[in-house]
Each structure stands twice: as structure tokens, then as C-alpha cells.
């Protein structure tokens, strides 16, 4: 039988939490953790094609599906704090890192003889380990400007407007994200214009595609912040990204 759910929201301060249950918090990082590996294991290495207004547009497919990997790390922050969300975002760090050790050595072991699929299986997990240094080294830093802004304009704030909180802490992030991402993986290889095309470009998707999805980022928030009965701010948290302890 559920449990009910708390009749009000009670505002916190992280630090005071201590070791109080939460009641969805395991859910909401699993849910972060495969997002983040899913959009970069299936999403990465397909470009698609779709047209706009009779114009075609390309894309790397991706780019529909990891900027949810924000939006939960949105929805850790302003519902758990960055403490928990900095747990999260070190989880899903270490998890890339396997992926990765792991994707290049099932790649490398010489095939079976009669086994047709190394080509297709080299296709779509072979990975250029610069991208994959560009790519883990991008995630980790954005994640961080993104949470770390998140909670601290939750303060300024006074815990109102997360439109413009979830906006503004994406900009941020996803800039930090895109500026690492791309001149590491690509410069020397596309021609710089290029590079600073891709980077712009991509940006504003993510960012865009953010403000798309506000509403559902509203409709989560609002519900975990009921079932959990709280509402936590981080005016006592130490930000320090390099530590996995709450």
C-alpha cells in the first residue's frame, strides 16, 4: 500500500536534511544515468536528415534526447538540491567512463569465425576516443555550471520563477557544455568557422528544446516536491564539485 503523500511542502535548507528517506530521488538518478547513456550510445551515431519549410536540415540524432539528461539534472537540483544532483552527475560521469573502456575493448576482440556483424558493430560503438575525452569532459563540466547556477538562482530567487531558473541554468550549462565539446572533438579536423557553426547551432537547439519542454520540467518538479513533502535550498552547501558525498 502507498504511503500518502504529505499534506504540505516543508522549505529546507540541504544541510538540515541529513539522512531523511526520499521517496523518489533513487528513481529520478536512474532515470538520469540511462538517459545520459542511451542518448549517447544510440542518438550519437546517427545523423539525421528531417525538412523544414521544404528546407532539409541535419542534425546529430542525439540532440533530441540529451538535453533531457538536463532537464532531469534540473529537476535533481531544484528538487533535491545540488548536493544530491552533484552524486548524480559523478554516477553518470563514472558510468560514461565504463561505457566507453567497455565499448572499446568488446570492439577490438578479434570476431568469431562465421560472425558477420564486426562492421555494423564497429559502425555503431566504435568510438574516436577524442570525441569520447570531448564528449565525458563536456558533460561533466556543463552539468555542474548547470546545477550550480540552478541552485544558486534558486536563492536569489527566493524559490520563485523556475521557468527563468531552468532557462537560465541550461544557457549557462549547455554553453559551458558546447564550448569544451566541440573545439576538443572537431578543431583541426572541420575548419574553425565550422566549428563555431556547429557550436552555435547546437546551443540554441539545446537551449530551445529546453524552454520547449518547461511545462513537463513543472509538472515533475511540482509532483516530486509534493510526494516528497519538501522543498530544499542550498544556502548552507558547500558547491565544491569534487566530492560525491552528500
Known sequence: MDTPEPATIEKIDAAALGARPLRYFDFVMAAFVAILLLSNIIGAAKVAQI????????????????????????????????????RCIWAGFVAS?????????????????????????????????????????AFWAGEFVNSFVLARMKLWTGGRMLWMRTIGSTIAGQGVDSLIFYPLAFLGIWST????????????????WEAVLTPLTYIVVNGLKRREGLDIYDSQTDFTPFKARI
Not at 525538412?51 to 528538487?79: K, M, N, Q, R
Not at 564486426?118 to 576516443?129: D, T
Not at 568557422?193 to 530551445?208: D, E, R, S, Y
Open 51 to 86: 525538412s523544414v519549410f521544404g528546407h532539409p536540415f541535419i542534425f546529430g540524432a542525439g540532440i533530441l534526447f540529451f538535453p533531457l539528461g538536463y532537464v532531469i539534472g534540473d529537476v535533481l537540483t531544484e528538487v533535491y538540491g545540488y548536493a544530491r544532483a552533484r
Open 97 to 137: 567512463l565504463f561505457m566507453a573502456v567497455m565499448s572499446a575493448v568488446v570492439v577490438a576482440m578479434p570476431p568469431a569465425p562465421g560472425w558477420t556483424g564486426q562492421g555494423a558493430y564497429e559502425a555503431v560503438f566504435g568510438q574516436v576516443p577524442r570525441i569520447v575525452f570531448a564528449s565525458i569532459a
Open 193 to 208: 568557422a565550422q566549428v563555431l557553426t556547429v557550436l552555435a547551432t547546437n546551443w540554441a537547439l539545446k537551449v530551445t
